[in-house]
């Protein structure tokens, strides 16, 4: 009899549904728990067992997943592409008996004020930070923070509601606009915990790794460019970055310090970095695989297919990964984002690009007539080009060329991707 893998509700963009795909490949037949099938565009095509539940209610989720064991399936695993359900994947994978990372654990990455806690007890190199729970508690945190300082929700996902402030006006709003919000995005209650850390300037990086049984492999580290401005946006990538070899190492022993410090202990990491005159400072470890389309440009560059090691895993197979990783080429994508307020009305550019050579994929998510804004989350993305290069300059002059071509129809205005 087939074992049967179970998926908790999915990232909508990226590795959500391809994750199905995967546990196929694998010869598992997915069994996928969620509350708002029609949120999934795609779902009704796979082969894949719907449980419609409320996934929000983790005394629900228990007994739906309960119910498909009393079935006479026999599970392999669980896991989520979403951050939202890597909490509720763990405690189920703790009640019955499945592979994963402790809750404790998954809490340490899902909490950045948890986070932040820990790093400092392990001497690892962060920015100066305070958490607060109220408007009050700002009038003390302005001596432990100086200006300018990022402001952030310590428990969201994909940069939502992240801000640099300027004056403590601005950060008295960014805060009370955080303390406001009850639900996130799934309609899960929020910490309500605001995150005031030190800006630290430098090139932003992130490193890829892969843990099993606590052996931590370093997969690679990318190289991150943002847009949005004083939001932070990734507006590109490439994998792997220019580093020196000892710039690599430090951000690879720094990872791996902050990875102990969580007792991180299997599957993928996607750890967030910058580069100062300091070192490697840590600003954030996400307890899954990378978005962006990283996992991709990995697998362009290395061969290795993160998604399938990460369901591997999560079955309690050990990773396929060797001690030593190689690149064959660089691999690079460049985000398509509006400049300005609008209706979009379509790309102009759109058949150069194609022709131009070392282009790999080209994808518009982004449908004529709807809304589009200046970038201030990952939701605001219209689309992507993924390109290859032999050579790392040579990714980032077509990474350019593709900037400088593309163009974003807003309106009747014509305006640059970015």
Request: some cysteine; proline content about 3%; hydrophobic content about 40%.
């Given at each position: 009899?087939?074992?049967?893998?179970?998926?908790?509700?999915?990232?909508?963009?990226?590795?959500?549904?391809?994750?199905?795909?995967?546990?196929?490949?694998?010869?598992?037949?997915?069994?996928?728990?969620?509350?708002?099938?029609?949120r999934?565009?795609?779902?009704n095509?796979?082969?894949?067992?719907?449980?419609?539940?409320?996934?929000?209610?983790?005394?629900?989720?228990?007994d739906?997943?309960?119910?498909?064991?009393?079935?006479?399936?026999?599970?392999?695993?669980?896991?989520?592409?979403?951050?939202y359900?890597?909490e509720?994947?763990?405690?189920?994978?703790?009640?019955?008996?499945?592979?994963?990372?402790?809750?404790?654990?998954?809490?340490?990455?899902?909490?950045?004020?948890?986070?932040?806690?820990?790093l400092?007890?392990?001497?690892?190199?962060?920015?100066?930070?305070?958490?607060?729970?109220?408007?009050?508690?700002?009038?003390?945190a302005?001596?432990?923070?100086?200006?300018?300082?990022?402001?952030?929700?310590a428990?969201?996902s994909?940069?939502?509601?992240?801000?640099?402030?300027?004056?403590?006006?601005?950060?008295?709003?960014?805060?009370?606009?955080?303390?406001a919000?009850?639900?996130?995005?799934?309609?899960?209650?929020?910490?309500?915990?605001?995150?005031?850390?030190?800006?630290?300037?430098?090139?932003?990086?992130?490193?890829?790794?892969?843990?099993?049984?606590?052996?931590?492999?370093?997969?690679?580290?990318?190289?991150?460019?943002?847009?949005?401005?004083?939001?932070?946006?990734e507006?590109?990538?490439?994998?792997?970055a220019?580093?020196?070899?000892?710039?690599?190492?430090?951000?690879?022993?720094?990872?791996?310090?902050?990875?102990?410090?969580?007792?991180?202990?299997?599957?993928?990491?996607?750890?967030?970095?910058?580069?100062?005159?300091?070192?490697?400072?840590?600003?954030?470890v996400?307890?899954?695989?990378?978005?962006?389309?990283?996992?991709?440009?990995?697998?362009r560059?290395?061969?290795?297919?993160?998604?399938?090691?990460?369901?591997?895993?999560a079955?309690?197979?050990?990773?396929?990964?060797?001690?030593?990783?190689?690149?064959?080429?660089?691999?690079?994508?460049?985000?398509?984002?509006?400049?300005?307020?609008?209706?979009?009305?379509?790309?102009?550019?759109?058949?150069?690009v194609?022709?131009?050579?070392?282009?790999?994929?080209?994808?518009?998510?982004?449908?004529?007539?709807?809304?589009?804004?200046?970038?201030?989350?990952?939701?605001?993305?219209l689309?992507?080009?993924i390109?290859?290069?032999?050579?790392?300059?040579?990714?980032?002059?077509?990474?350019?060329?593709?900037?400088?071509?593309l163009?974003?129809?807003?309106?009747?205005?014509?305006?640059?991707g970015?």
């Amino acid at each position: 009899m087939n074992k049967h893998f179970l998926f908790v509700e999915a990232n909508t963009t990226g590795t959500g549904l391809l994750a199905i795909k995967k546990a196929r490949e694998l010869g598992f037949t997915p069994v996928f728990f969620t509350e708002k099938p029609e949120r999934y565009h795609g779902l009704n095509e796979l082969e894949c067992h719907v449980v419609v539940t409320d996934t929000k209610s983790q005394a629900e989720l228990t007994d739906s997943v309960a119910q498909v064991i009393k079935e006479g399936r026999e599970i392999a695993g669980i896991m989520s592409t979403s951050d939202y359900y890597l909490e509720s994947v763990a405690k189920l994978a703790r009640k019955f008996g499945w592979t994963g990372n402790s809750l404790e654990a998954i809490e340490a990455c899902r909490n950045k004020a948890i986070f932040r806690e820990r790093l400092q007890v392990h001497q690892v190199t962060q920015p100066e930070f305070v958490a607060i729970g109220s408007l009050e508690a700002l009038i003390e945190a302005r001596s432990s923070i100086s200006l300018p300082c990022v402001v952030k929700p310590a428990d969201d996902s994909g940069s939502n509601n992240v801000r640099l402030c300027f004056s403590w006006d601005e950060v008295e709003h960014m805060a009370a606009e955080i303390l406001a919000i009850k639900h996130n995005a799934r309609g899960q209650e929020t910490a309500r915990t605001v995150l005031l850390e030190q800006y630290v300037e430098g090139p932003e990086f992130s490193v890829e790794t892969f843990s099993w049984q606590g052996q931590c492999f370093v997969i690679g580290i990318t190289q991150k460019r943002l847009t949005g401005y004083p939001f932070f946006v990734e507006a590109g990538h490439i994998f792997p970055a220019p580093l020196s070899t000892e710039e690599k190492q430090e951000i690879e022993r720094t990872v791996e310090r902050a990875l102990a410090a969580v007792n991180y202990q299997f599957g993928a990491a996607h750890t967030e970095v910058k580069w100062t005159s300091a070192g490697c400072v840590v600003i954030e470890v996400n307890a899954r695989l990378a978005g962006g389309m990283i996992p991709e440009l990995v697998r362009r560059s290395t061969g290795i297919d993160l998604l399938l090691q990460q369901i591997r895993c999560a079955a309690g197979l050990a990773p396929e990964l060797s001690q030593t990783i190689e690149e064959q080429c660089y691999a690079g994508i460049h985000f398509l984002v509006s400049e300005s307020q609008g209706t979009f009305s379509g790309m102009h550019g759109m058949d150069t690009v194609r022709n131009l050579p070392g282009i790999a994929e080209v994808a518009v998510h982004a449908k004529i007539g709807q809304s589009v804004q200046p970038p201030q989350n990952f939701s605001h993305r219209l689309g992507y080009v993924i390109v290859e290069g032999k050579h790392y300059s040579e990714t980032a002059e077509l990474i350019q060329q593709v900037k400088d071509s593309l163009k974003v129809q807003v309106g009747q205005q014509l305006e640059s991707g970015v």
